[in-house]
């Protein structure tokens, strides 16, 4: 196998075979790579991934073996559907680790998303719901779980963060996730913390609302605080965000439960303004954090977490058509997740002028430019 596929090698060629022992056609990490090239190049189906290594199977001889040719499309079906969903999900883990660092202090966004048309209801299987943590900076996937069908979130979230290095990072989680467990395993692997607090922490967002309704009262005299405000303009519309970060000794007294937080440092208060024309919208949203109280800093990383939206799960359905997919067999689903990450990641980590898109089709008709996005892992 050449170099361009020697750190999928590294880290996947560890996966177990879920095959029969001596009645395989094809080898296992070509099925993967194989599958990844195809993905990269816009393939959304098994038949389709078939058909890119058909057309394909020059070029990828110059650096596998394809002892037996390419799989047929129900190959690859019975493959991922077998293949441990949750070994792949490592794996994935440990090649992001290798190839793309996170530095330090960068935001890494936990958030949930349903992959819609992974449900068949002939068989009762609900759609699979999937929590992902995502690099603002970089704009890559670090990692994925699967939410298990008896659970929630809540039990995914901390199984991520502990498959995932962390170390020196800002993780902002919404509500869902504002649990006194995974703020401490957060702390626990040497990363800081940003969580949306609502009324799913019912005493603790009222507290929370309570102190600074107090603290505007007095006008935040003697409050140990800081405040940052921006404001941006983009096509008539006129957006402008305050944040209030409070580290008074006084809160934390007067916040019920405080002790039960890992490290917490900062209750936050944001508010968005917009207005378009006469339109005027106003929310307001509540935070605690074991940064200290840089109303800047945090204001930032919340920021960054609102992107996840558009930035990464728009993507998924509207680049690779995630939420369109009908593949539902087995592990299949959350498996072909991973190969969408894994080919979002080696996109964005071409320096090269164009969308996602663009590169995919361009990825798709040059081998030159596929075997370039390759080379760079």
């Not at 058509?321 to 959350?334: K, L, T, V, W």
């Amino acid at each position: 196998m050449s170099e361009m596929a020697t750190s999928l090698e590294a880290c996947f060629g560890e996966l177990v075979d879920p095959r029969v022992v001596g009645r395989c056609d094809h080898k296992l990490l070509d099925i993967i790579i194989i599958a990844v090239c195809a993905v990269i190049t816009g393939a959304e189906s098994w038949v389709e991934i078939e058909t890119f290594g058909q057309m394909k199977q020059e070029w990828l001889k110059t650096f596998l073996e394809l002892p037996n040719g390419i799989p047929a499309h129900d190959t690859f079906g019975r493959v991922f559907a077998a293949l441990d969903g949750e070994a792949f999900q490592t794996c994935f883990a440990r090649w992001v680790e290798g190839v793309f660092k996170a530095t330090q202090g960068q935001v890494v966004a936990v958030d949930g998303k349903t992959v819609r048309r992974s449900h068949d209801k002939a068989i009762g299987k609900k759609a699979i719901h999937m929590v992902s943590a995502w690099a603002h900076q970089s704009g890559i996937v670090l990692g994925q779980r699967k939410v298990d069908d008896k659970s929630n979130e809540i039990t995914a979230i901390p199984e991520l963060l502990r498959l995932l290095n962390v170390s020196g990072c800002i993780v902002t989680i919404d509500a869902m996730g504002c649990q006194k467990t995974i703020a401490q395993t957060i702390r626990d692997e040497k990363a800081d913390y940003v969580l949306r607090v609502k009324d799913n922490q019912g005493n603790l967002h009222q507290d929370l609302q309570d102190w600074f309704t107090y603290a505007d009262q007095v006008n935040f005299a003697n409050i140990l605080h800081s405040y940052a405000e921006t404001v941006n303009k983009d096509h008539g519309r006129l957006e402008i965000r305050r944040c209030w970060a409070i580290a008074d000794p006084l809160a934390f007294e007067y916040i019920r439960h405080y002790q039960g937080w890992a490290d917490l440092q900062t209750i936050v208060r944001v508010q968005r303004e917009r207005r378009l024309g006469e339109k005027v919208e106003r929310e307001e949203a509540y935070y605690i954090s074991s940064l200290s109280h840089n109303a800047f800093g945090l204001l930032h990383a919340i920021r960054s977490h609102w992107r996840v939206e558009n930035s990464f799960h728009w993507v998924l359905d509207m680049t690779f058509g995630e939420d369109d997919s009908r593949i539902r067999m087995g592990d299949s689903p959350q498996n072909m997740a991973v190969l969408r990450h894994l080919a979002l990641n080696i996109l964005k980590k071409d320096s090269s002028k164009g969308s996602l898109r663009q590169k995919r089709y361009k990825a798709a008709l040059d081998d030159s430019f596929l075997s370039r996005l390759l080379h760079q892992l």
